[in-house]
């Protein structure tokens, strides 16, 4: 009875085995999910970073922008200004001009 006991048919040890294996499976498993989780954790950070930097430049892009439309626009007004005062010169040379 004890040698029974002690023996295992190869059916027993099989299932032990294959228990085993799965035991093995189901951890190694278990770490790949959580080596995936901490790496998707990691790529949302660096996302939200890529999102608040990138918003940062933009925001400092469009400030930059509207800050050249403002001397773009001063510059026209210029522009015309000296346009109107050279026509009015020309308009005046026959009066400068001795006849």
Do not use: C, W
Not at 31 to 53: F, G, Q, S, T, Y
Not at 65 to 90: A, S, Y
């Amino acid at each position: 009875m004890v040698k029974k006991a002690k023996q295992m048919s190869g059916l027993e040890r099989f299932e032990e085995d294959a228990e085993e294996e799965n035991k093995d499976a189901n951890n190694k498993t278990i770490r790949k999910i959580e080596e995936l989780r901490d790496e998707l954790a990691m790529l949302e950070r660096d996302l939200e970073d890529l999102k608040e930097n990138t918003g940062l430049g933009m925001d400092n892009i469009i400030r930059t922008l509207n800050i050249v439309l403002d001397t773009i626009e001063e510059l026209e007004g210029k522009i015309e200004h000296l346009e109107t005062r050279f026509q009015n010169f020309l308009d005046n040379i026959p009066y400068i001009l001795p006849p």
